[in-house]
């Protein structure tokens, strides 16, 4: 069972980010989304992470829209801006604006331009970041992405951390894939938020004891996660949360048939009516048409067996 104290905890988009012509965030098109998503059910937003192309971003960007969405009205609570970048001064920055903000909980990414780097330079990374902050209101959710990052977090990493800074330290968000791995931490590491990257995986791990997802399938089927999210205690034999299960898995599919985040663009391009939703900042790149049309009738196909 999980342990509802855990910080964060529930289902968090990890939310696209919209550009305009000159490929710059569209602050209204991304708060209109925010505000579908919360609507949908999601208990938050994860904003500037990996399917929201933060790294494409600079500082100044992604300060900006940090502050579009919180003086629309959007609760600061409800949002984890991602701020760990290659340059510590810049997570640094990026940290200490979230915090004037009144957001309190962050996902940080390791520094992760260097390879070979050992725990203690990881560690010491983390931990300047901490100390020339010195605000004890700070939270910081471990970003556990290897793939892209090519800086996994260890476990022996996360113990350290927690020992030296236990009010810092709450969670970790593992898109590795790795379901083994993410069961260890909810044993190993009692109170530490485990939070899944991947959408299938959040019904198994909250019958571990996992406190929720940060997932880029959210952005399409919110209401289905937090269908699960809500009822994962109902047991196997509950209908409704097996079709919700069911359509969040058939999601994942349709969108990893192509890159993810220009799929991801496509179908909210189609489900807002607004072409603009497309665009992906260099390098990455849109769908061609070929593959939008297939993806879209794929989806038109996976709407009508699961209606």
Same mark, same amino acid.
């Given at each position: 069972?999980?342990?509802?104290?855990?910080? #964060?905890?529930?289902?968090?988009?990890?939310?696209?980010? #919209?550009?305009?012509?000159?490929?710059?965030?569209? %602050?209204?098109?991304?708060?209109?989304?925010?505000?579908?998503?919360?609507?949908?059910?999601?208990?938050?937003?994860?904003?500037?992470?990996?399917?929201?192309?933060?790294?494409?971003?600079?500082?100044?960007?992604?300060?900006?829209? &940090?502050?579009?969405?919180?003086?629309?009205?959007?609760?600061?609570? !409800?949002?984890?801006?991602?701020?760990?970048?290659?340059?510590?001064?810049?997570?640094?920055?990026?940290?200490?604006?979230?915090?004037?903000?009144?957001?309190?909980?962050?996902?940080? &990414?390791?520094?992760?331009?260097?390879?070979?780097?050992?725990?203690?330079?990881?560690?010491?990374?983390?931990?300047?970041?901490?100390? !020339?902050?010195?605000?004890?209101?700070?939270?910081? &959710?471990?970003? %556990?992405?290897?793939?892209?990052?090519?800086? #996994?977090?260890? %476990?022996?990493?996360?113990?350290?951390?927690?020992?030296?800074?236990?009010?810092?330290?709450?969670?970790?968000?593992?898109?590795?894939?790795?379901?083994?791995?993410?069961?260890?931490?909810?044993?190993?590491?009692?109170?530490?938020?485990?939070?899944?990257?991947?959408? #299938?995986?959040?019904?198994?791990? &909250?019958?571990?004891?996992?406190?929720?997802?940060?997932?880029?399938?959210?952005?399409?089927?919110?209401?289905?996660?937090?269908?699960?999210?809500? %009822?994962?205690?109902?047991?196997?034999?509950?209908?409704?949360?097996?079709?919700?299960?069911?359509?969040?898995?058939?999601?994942?599919?349709?969108?990893?048939?192509?890159?993810?985040?220009?799929?991801?663009?496509?179908?909210?391009?189609?489900?807002?009516?607004?072409?603009?939703?497309?665009?992906? !900042?260099?390098?990455?790149?849109?769908?061609?048409?070929?593959?939008?049309?297939?993806?879209?009738?794929?989806?038109?196909?996976?709407?009508?067996?699961?209606?």
């Amino acid at each position: 069972m999980a342990t509802w104290s855990l910080h #964060p905890q529930g289902v968090f988009c990890a939310a696209l980010t #919209p550009l305009d012509a000159e490929l710059a965030p569209d %602050h209204a098109r991304f708060i209109a989304h925010c505000r579908y998503l919360l609507g949908e059910g999601c208990d938050g937003i994860a904003l500037l992470g990996t399917t929201g192309e933060a790294n494409s971003f600079s500082v100044g960007e992604r300060t900006s829209l &940090l502050e579009a969405v919180v003086r629309d009205g959007i609760a600061p609570s !409800r949002l984890l801006p991602g701020t760990g970048v290659a340059a510590l001064s810049d997570t640094i920055a990026l940290t200490r604006h979230a915090l004037s903000l009144g957001v309190d909980t962050v996902v940080m &990414l390791p520094p992760f331009y260097y390879k070979a780097v050992t725990d203690d330079g990881v560690y010491a990374s983390y931990s300047e970041v901490v100390q !020339r902050i010195g605000d004890a209101r700070l939270r910081i &959710l471990l970003y %556990h992405i290897p793939q892209m990052s090519m800086q #996994p977090i260890s %476990h022996a990493l996360i113990e350290r951390l927690r020992s030296a800074y236990p009010a810092t330290f709450v969670g970790i968000k593992d898109s590795s894939g790795d379901f083994a791995n993410m069961t260890a931490m909810v044993e190993r590491f009692p109170g530490f938020a485990v939070l899944t990257g991947a959408d #299938p995986l959040l019904l198994p791990l &909250l019958r571990k004891g996992g406190a929720g997802c940060i997932t880029a399938t959210s952005n399409l089927v919110a209401r289905d996660l937090a269908y699960v999210y809500r %009822h994962f205690r109902d047991g196997d034999d509950d209908a409704a949360l097996a079709a919700a299960q069911a359509r969040i898995m058939r999601a994942r599919e349709l969108v990893s048939r192509f890159p993810q985040m220009a799929s991801l663009k496509a179908l909210v391009a189609e489900r807002t009516g607004h072409a603009g939703w497309q665009r992906l !900042r260099p390098p990455l790149e849109s769908l061609p048409p070929s593959q939008v049309k297939e993806l879209l009738a794929a989806a038109g196909e996976l709407a009508a067996v699961t209606a």
